[in-house]
């Protein structure tokens, strides 16, 4: 049985439009540095979650008194499991669609590749080049987001 968090369920936001996360949500872009250039860990989103069969960063609703961080952290394990011990916070993007509601993406270095298909919500992982990511069939909020996520990403690496 699945336990119900304090921050699962729909809201309808002051644009009329229902997204899920009472008190929004949050995500995570790992990336990993490999020799031709950075990666980063995307998600097929299965049919059975908002906008099955596009590509996404893990992530989810936000609990009552939890960071951003911390929900992305905990999404992603839930969704493609924990990331290697030793990672770096490389900074933030938040995605406001509406005034009452927002889904904040974390980019987080990690130091090896990971992940799998861990629950109903993800078809398949994968590493993809950063320079490829444009050219997928994204989820729209995800597609909003990435020329920010990606500005983090090529920031971080010039130092």
Same mark, same amino acid.
């Given at each position: 049985m699945i336990q119900r968090r304090s921050g699962d369920g729909?809201? +309808?936001?002051?644009?009329? &439009? =229902?997204r899920w996360g009472r008190? %929004?949500?949050?995500?995570?872009?790992?990336?990993?540095?490999?020799?031709?250039g950075p990666e +980063?860990?995307?998600?097929? &989103? =299965?049919?059975?979650?908002?906008? %099955?069969?596009?590509?996404?960063?893990?992530g989810g609703a936000i609990d009552r008194g939890e960071s951003t961080l911390e929900a992305g952290m905990r999404e992603s394990a839930e969704e493609v499991g924990e990331p290697p011990a030793r990672w770096r916070h490389l900074g933030e993007v938040v995605f406001a669609p509406s005034p009452d509601w927002s889904y904040t993406t974390a980019v987080v270095e990690v130091t090896a590749r990971f992940g799998a298909s861990l629950n109903f919500e993800t078809s398949e992982v994968k590493w993809v080049a950063v320079e490829d990511v444009a050219?997928?069939?994204?989820?729209?909020?995800?597609?909003?987001?990435?020329?920010?996520?990606?500005?983090?990403?090529?920031?971080a690496g010039e130092n």
């Open positions: 729909f809201v +309808v936001c002051a644009d009329g &439009r =229902s008190y %929004g949500a949050a995500g995570v872009v790992f990336v990993f540095r490999a020799g031709a +980063v860990l995307l998600q097929l &989103r =299965s049919r059975m979650a908002h906008e %099955g069969g596009t590509w996404s960063c893990p050219a997928m069939e994204l989820h729209s909020g995800f597609a909003a987001t990435w020329p920010a996520v990606r500005a983090v990403i090529e920031r």
